[in-house]
Nanobody
Framework: QVQLVESGGGLVQAGGSLRLSCAAS????????MGWFRQAPGKEREFVAS????????YYADSVKGRFSISRDNAKNTVYLQMNSLKPEDSAVYYC???????????????WGQGIQVTVSS
């Protein structure tokens, strides 16, 4: 099992930027794919971005493509989500997760962080 802790959330104006971090501890971080998901009130958890264990391939939801960027530093056991040109509809609790493959399905991930709030004001 791996423990995941998100940081970097908060309140930002529309058009602004935030960088989320997810620090991992426990099993070998570099062996697993990482994903970011988000959940807004009254909505299902949705895929945002994912990255392979090597960092060589990354995947994005259409709604964030071109604005968000996922990266990882295996030496620091940390995955990042750089969020630019934020919109009010990006407001949600953001979760990082680890799993064997960088899929868009939440059920394919084994371990989850506690989540962190991102609020984008208009």
């Amino acid at each position: 099992q791996v423990q995941l802790v998100e940081s970097g959330g908060g309140l930002v104006q529309a058009g602004g930027s935030l960088r989320l971090s997810c620090a991992a501890s426990g099993r070998t971080f570099s062996s697993y794919a990482m994903g970011w998901f988000r959940q807004a009130p009254g909505k299902e958890r949705e895929f945002v971005a994912s990255i392979r264990w090597s960092g060589g391939n990354s995947y994005y939801a259409d709604s964030v493509k071109g604005r968000f960027s996922i990266s990882r530093d295996n030496a620091k056991n940390t995955v990042y989500l750089q969020m630019n040109s934020l919109k009010p509809e990006d407001s949600a609790v953001y979760y990082c997760a680890s799993g064997p493959w960088p899929t868009s399905q939440p059920t394919h991930y084994n371990d989850w962080g506690q989540g962190i709030q991102v609020t984008v004001s208009s």
